[in-house]
């Protein structure tokens, strides 16, 4: 069974405060892919990163940063210099196998950043 | 960009009713996905639709609803006999490069 686990069920921070959300996931799969997803006010759900579980490198887009550890099962999300427009709900997301499978989504954290 | 649109955009059905919501998909697309997220709560798969069969289901997925494409194009999801607990948003997604899936805007329905 695969589960994501997003332990922070609601952040707030003060606007340029670096801030990072929390990922652990479990599954069986040596072949997975995890995912971010971003889910602002209006409700939509955009897709932000997605990794392999081959590939551990980190990345970095901007003032967006992931940070994927195989060791620790963890694909964390760090926000530097946080702004209002990143308030939103973010996703932590699982698919196993071919990667076109079901995604196993996490409970989401609501990130409130304040001006 | 949104690979997919999605109709209507809110719904409100009284219990009891079947309902169908539709995906349209902006480019030609092999896979689909069901998903809803009742209000304050997470993502929850529903099912998946490939090559126009049901690939993978959850639990969730029982027989009151059902999925189709049904002249190629668009991809619904129907729902026979709505109950109250049905009341969520319902995203439709597909699959684009690098296997990630894209959502469309969703649909919110409201059983009363």
């Known amino acids: 069974a695969q589960k994501v686990t997003q332990a922070q069920t609601e952040i707030s921070v003060v606007e340029k405060e670096d801030v990072t959300l929390d990922c652990v996931y479990e599954?069986?799969?040596?072949?997975?892919?995890l995912f971010w997803y971003k889910q602002p006010p209006s409700g939509e759900l955009v897709f932000l990163i997605r990794r392999n579980s081959f590939d551990e490198q980190n990345e970095i887009s901007g003032r967006y940063s992931w940070n994927f550890q195989k060791s620790t099962s963890s694909f964390n999300f760090t926000i530097t210099a946080s702004q209002v427009v990143d308030s939103a709900v973010y996703f932590c997301?699982?698919?196993?196998?071919?990667?076109?499978?079901?995604?196993?989504f996490g409970k989401g954290t609501h990130l409130i950043i304040q001006p | 960009e949104p690979e997919v649109t999605q109709t209507p955009s809110h719904q409100v059905t009284q219990m009891g009713q079947e309902v169908i919501l539709r995906c349209v998909p902006i480019?030609?697309?092999?896979?689909f996905y069901w998903y809803r997220q009742i209000l304050g709560q997470k993502v929850e798969f529903l099912v998946s639709?490939?090559?126009?069969?049901?690939?993978?289901k959850s639990e969730i997925f029982d027989d009151q609803f059902s999925v189709e494409r049904p002249d190629g194009s668009n991809f619904t999801l129907k729902i026979r006999s709505t109950k109250l607990e049905d009341s969520a948003m319902y995203f439709c997604a597909t699959l684009g490069v690098q296997e990630t899936q894209y959502f469309g805007p969703g649909t919110r329905l409201l059983v009363l």
């Open positions: 599954t069986r799969d040596t072949t997975y892919y």
């Open positions: 480019s030609n697309h092999l896979y």
């Open positions: 997301a699982l698919a196993s196998g071919g990667g076109a499978d079901g995604l196993t």
């Open positions: 639709f490939y090559n126009n069969e049901i690939s993978e």
